[in-house]
C-alpha cells in the first residue's frame, strides 16, 4: 500500500516512520525501536480479542478434561498428568497474562512458545480422535488454525509458524498410529488450505495495518516539523534539548550547540522574491538536516533563517570540523547571492558552544552560549565559523548577556 502522496515523504529524511514506508518493509518487519513501539500499538489494539480467545480456548480445554473424567472415565491421576492438563495450565497462564500489568512485556514472548504448544497437544489428541471415527474434531483444529491469525495476537510470521507446527503434529501423529494414506492426505490437506487461506488475508491486514501504524506516526510528527522546511521546529528542539540533556548528564558526555544564520538573508529576499528565498531555506535545511546522523542529535528550524544543530557526545575538536564542514557544505551548494556583500553565493554563519551536563547548569546557557558566538561570527565579517568559551559563571547557571545584536534577519 502506498502512503498518501500528501505526506511527501522526502522532506522527512530523518523520521523512522518516513524512512520505513519509503521501504515498504516487505518482510513485515521495522527497524528494532520502531518495531518495539509498532508491538505495543498492536498489543493495545487487539488485547480485547486476545482475552475472548484464551478464555474459550480455556473453556474447551477443560470440557475436555470433563470429557476425559466423566464420559470417558479415565482416572484422575491419568488426566493431570496427561497432555490434557498441560493444556489448561497453559491456557490458564496465557489468559492471565491477557488480564495483568505485565500483559504487554510478557504476552507475545509467552504466546511464540505456549500457542503452538497448545497447537501440537490439540493436534495430537484430535488425530486420535479421527482414527477413532470422529472426524467432527477436526472443526476445532480448522477453527484453532484461524484463531491463530486474527484473535490469538501474534504477527504473520509466528502465526505462520504455529500453523505449520499445528500441520506437522496433526500428520506426525497420524503416521505413528499407522493411519490410513488416503486420511492422512485428506486431514493435513483440509489444515494446509485452512492456514493458506489465514495467512494470505492475515498478511494483507498486517502490511494495511502497519502502514496504518506509520502514517499516524509519520502525521504525528508533522506538528513538530517546520511547514517550509520540513526540519523539526523550535517547539520540537526545546522539547528534545532536555532528553539530550538528561542523557549526557547520566553518561557524563558532552553536546555542542550549533547555532547557524544565513548571512543576508533579508537583502537576498528582497531582490530575488520571496518564493526564491523559501525555495534557498529548503536547500540549506537539507545540508543542516545530513549532519544530524545519530539518534540523539537534533537539526531545527529556529527561526527565519536560523537554524540550530546540537549533537551528542562529541569532542570539542570534531565539533568544530563539522562546523566548518557544514559551513562550506552551504557554500558549496552555489545558491547565487549576487547582493550580498559577504560571498556572491549563500553563505552561512556559525556559533557554536560545547557544554557538559552538570547539576546546577542549564541547557538553555547552551544555547545562549552558542548564540554569543554566533553574534561574534557576524560582527567578524559573517561566512565564519567561531565557538564560544564556557562562562565561568557557567556551573551556577549564571551566564554573560550578549550585547544587543542586529536582527537576524539583517
Known sequence: MKPPAILELDRFSDSPYASELRRGFPDLRFAPELEREYQTFHLVRVRTRVRFFLLAILVQACMAMVQLLWMDHVPLGEVFHGWTALAVLLCGVLALVSFSPWYEPAYLPSARLMLPVLGIIASAGIAQHLLSGHPVTMYFLSSYSIALFFLGGQHFREAVLANALLILALAGTLLWHHGPWPALFYYTGVLTVTATMGAFIYRGME????????????????????????????????????RMWGQGQRERRQLAVLMIDVDHFKIYNDHYGHQAGDAAL???????????????????RYGGEEFVLALFDISGEHARDIAEQLRQAIQALGVLHEVSPTAPFVTV?????????????????????????????????????????????????????PPPRRSARS
Open 349 to 401: 554563519s556559525i556559533g557554536g558552544a560545547l557544554v557538559g551536563p552538570r547539576e546546577g547548569r542549564s541547557q538553555q546557557g547552551g544555547v545562549q552560549l552558542a548564540d554569543e558566538a554566533l553574534y561574534r561570527a557576524k560582527q567578524e565579517g559573517r561566512n565564519c565559523v567561531r565557538f564560544a568559551q564556557a562562562d565561568p559563571f557557567f556551573a551556577t547557571g549564571s551566564f554573560r548577556r
Open 207 to 242: 502490511q494495511q495495518l502497519r502502514t496504518s501504524f506509520l502514517e499516524r506516526g509519520l502525521m504525528g510528527e508533522l506538528a513538530a516539523r517546520d511547514g517550509l522546511t520540513g526540519l523539526k521546529n523550535r517547539g520540537a528542539f526545546d522539547a528534545h534539548l532536555p
Open 282 to 300: 529548503r536547500r540549506v535545511s537539507q545540508v543542516v538536516q545530513s549532519f544530524a546522523r545519530r539518534p540523539l542529535d537534533i537539526a531545527a
